[in-house]
């Protein structure tokens, strides 16, 4: 969770929006961390979802991940997601193989 954000204010946190900090950037990365919180719904659209608009902002050869489950239409648009830019669906199933490595090396099998 955002360290400003305060659940009892139902608003997206102060300081940069979406559409700041995403100049030039090499990637674009959402976070699974809305679970629970309580929020104005369009503000955090409004203010944090990643658009087609917004990717623009970024270097045209910028990747899109998240670690999923993303939440489409909330946090990202589908068409962000299954875009061209997207390496979403390889980072989730890459993901699958570290979190089975990390067991692995915690139950001591490997």
Do not use: F
């Not at 990637?27 to 659209?45: P, S, V």
């Not at 979802?49 to 998240?66: N, P, Y």
């Amino acid at each position: 969770m955002h360290p400003h954000w305060r659940r009892s204010e139902n608003q997206p946190p102060p300081g940069r929006s979406g559409t700041q900090g995403r100049r030039n950037h090499d990637a674009a990365c959402t976070k699974e961390r809305l679970a629970g919180l309580k929020l104005d719904a369009e503000k955090y659209i409004a203010h944090y979802q990643l658009t087609a608009e917004r990717l623009k902002l970024a270097k045209s050869d910028a990747i899109v991940m998240h670690p999923g489950p993303m939440i489409r239409g909330m946090e990202i648009q589908s068409e962000v997601a299954d875009g061209p830019q997207s390496v979403i669906e390889e980072q989730v199933h890459n993901g699958v193989y570290v979190r089975m490595a990390i067991l692995a090396i915690c139950m001591g099998v490997a």
